[in-house]
């Protein structure tokens, strides 16, 4: 079964938000679920810094020797920062999705609904919800 960090929240489409009690920017990757699901990462791509993404919206992709997979925003609000290590090397994904390989940040604009507790995702995980 995956690591499932219990200070992050977690959307159904397998991304990961740090940060949201301790500031308005918040960090964002993908779980080591889905990393595991995808196989061996070999290409990222990210937003720019300075776009305005909303909840859901399709910010970039993740391609892995298995298929393409895009990545969403979890929260609104202004991409501040991407992970420039990531793209240069893709397999941090794989090896350290909850550290190193962590995708981008936004300044959050608004409330973020819809996250899942850790609980909650690991039911999502393992069948249960």
């Known amino acids: 079964m995956s690591n499932i960090p219990d200070d992050l929240s977690y959307t ?12 308005t920017t918040v960090t964002i990757g993908i779980t080591a679920f889905a990393a595991e699901s995808l196989g061996d990462v070999v290409f990222v791509q990210l937003p720019e810094v300075g776009s305005t993404v909303e909840p859901g919206d399709s910010v970039g992709e993740v391609e892995s020797t298995k298929s393409v997979n895009e990545i969403y925003s979890p929260v609104g609000g202004e991409v501040t920062e991407v992970n420039q ?3 240069d090397d893709p397999g941090l994904v794989n090896s350290d999705p909850y550290g ?3 995708m981008f940040k936004v300044r959050v604009e608004g409330d973020p609904e819809d996250l899942l507790s850790p609980e ?6 393992s069948g249960d919800s």
Not at 12 to 23: I, P, Q, T, Y
Not at 120 to 125: D, F, G, I, M, V
């Open 120 to 125: 909650e995702y690991t039911a999502l995980t």
């Open 12 to 23: 159904k489409e397998h991304e990961w938000v740090a940060g949201l009690d301790d500031s």
């Open 100 to 102: 190193e390989g962590w």
């Open 85 to 87: 290590s990531v793209v």
